[in-house]
């Protein structure tokens, strides 16, 4: 294995951002380093990170090289001395099969945790519609928000009680529903839920 390979399997982008001072909450987003952010629009995995406002992605060498303005080359020995990993010690062939069991449970609890989070956010910006928007007479033409919000409201609590309540079959097709295809952007989704109460986030349920 080569340098980048062991650095790719040894250390997630997680683990990275972390420890060079970027803090990932319990869904796996963090304020954005590579840019102005006010509210966290960087997704985190194990496997690789990406900015739903400025569109920043890539893996962990391509995380700590935007970070630190090194080449690919010195962010792969960065994080080698870093998290003291030996090119000349590669991981045996069961710790590679370990770390990849684990990278894959850890990113449908990622993936788990992010829709619940979105879910919740639209579900409180419906609720706030609901009322805020409601016709105040018979005569008045309803608001879009308030369709939205009649339209969608009882469907997204549904998703968020299987998320809550339901058994791993279950929330696992909750969870594939809403990433499927792209439609569920999900911290594209958190972000405007909070910055902005203009109505077409229902587009992602």
């Known amino acids: 294995m080569n340098l980048f390979e062991i650095v790719k399997y040894g250390v997630s982008c997680r683990e990275a951002a972390e420890r060079y001072g970027v803090e990932v909450n319990h869904y796996g987003m963090a304020l954005c380093p590579f840019h102005n952010d006010r509210h966290p629009s960087l997704y ?14 890539g893996d962990v060498i391509d995380f700590v090289s935007k970070l630190f303005h090194l080449s690919l080359y010195d962010a792969a020995q960065k994080l080698a001395a870093d998290f003291h990993l030996t090119p000349d010690k590669p ?8 770390k ?13 945790r992010l829709c619940f989070s979105v879910l919740s956010d639209y579900a409180r910006v419906l609720r706030s519609w609901k009322v805020q928007y409601a016709p105040q007479s018979p005569a008045e033409a309803p608001d ?3 369709i ?30 809403q990433m499927a295809d792209g439609r569920r952007q999900a911290g594209q989704a958190a972000t405007e839920v909070r910055e902005n109460s203009q109505g077409g986030i229902g587009r992602w349920i």
Do not use: K, W
């Not at 690789?48 to 992605?57: K, L």
């Not at 991981?91 to 370990?98: G, K, M």
């Open 144 to 146: 879009e928000r308030f």
């Open 44 to 57: 985190v995995a194990d496997d690789h990170y990406h900015c739903f406002a400025c569109g920043e992605h």
């Open 100 to 112: 990849r069991i684990q990278t894959e449970a850890q990113q449908l609890r990622e993936n788990e």
């Open 148 to 177: 939205e919000a009649c339209h969608n409201l009882d469907q997204t609590e549904y998703y968020l009680d299987i998320l809550c309540t339901g058994d791993s079959y279950e929330r696992a097709e909750v969870i594939q529903q």
């Open 91 to 98: 991981p045996s062939a069961a710790a590679l099969h370990a």
